[in-house]
């Protein structure tokens, strides 16, 4: 019983204190509760993380790659998207043979004419993406950019028009190899999270 109230009573103390503390700042710097909340929510929901790395859009000149606009939609490897269930032999492979993947380079499909396979693009707000496949409405300046579930494709993407980035122009084929060493490239690793994290959310 002693414990409780010994407790109590810091917990008590520290509220106190911190209430001191508070109307001390705001009395001393002129910004009040609301004003000073409501920066705190913006700097929290800005790009850069808690170590304060930036985001992938924020760290690299992108102007200096050629730019295309295009309509972007999300695409997923199920049936809403190319007709294939689970069981399908094919479920999950694109037109170059490798998995559907979504990472920091995640496959995405093109008009081949456009962006031959193996062509890297960096999508703001999505990440990299390595053209993999091809669709039959996927003509002239599109892209489908893939997700893991209808749900994030909704909540994260829908169809956009937005400016990409030709990092890299394909030769036309892509392997899984290739694709798992742009995946675990060290420098980038910091960025991979940021993707992957902002995924899972």
């Not at 039959?136 to 489908?144: Q, S, T, V």
Request: proline fraction near 2%; charge should be positive; include cysteine.
């Amino acid at each position: 019983m002693n414990k409780m109230k010994k407790w109590t009573k810091r917990f008590v103390m520290t509220c106190l204190f911190m209430i001191a503390l508070f109307v001390t700042f705001q009395s001393l710097s002129g910004v009040d509760a609301k004003t000073l909340v409501s920066r705190l929510a913006n700097v929290l929901s800005t790009s850069k993380n808690v170590s304060g790395t930036p985001s992938l859009e924020e760290a690299f000149d992108w102007s200096k790659y050629p730019k295309y606009t295009v309509t972007a939609t999300g695409y997923t490897a199920g049936y809403e998207s190319t007709g294939k269930n689970r069981n399908h032999p094919e479920y999950g492979i694109t037109y170059s043979g490798v998995k559907v993947k979504r990472d920091l380079f995640s496959t995405i499909a093109a008009d081949l004419t456009v962006f031959p396979i193996g062509t890297i693009l960096f999508i703001p707000g999505y990440g990299y993406g390595v053209v993999a496949d091809k669709g039959g409405a996927i003509k002239g300046n599109k892209l489908d950019l893939y997700f893991e579930t209808v749900e994030e494709v909704y909540r994260s993407w829908g169809k956009k028009q937005v400016d990409v980035y030709v990092i890299q122009k394909g030769d036309g084929s892509l392997t899984e190899k290739r694709l798992l060493a742009l995946n675990e490239d060290k420098a980038l690793q910091v960025f991979r999270q940021q993707y992957m994290k902002s995924e899972k959310r």
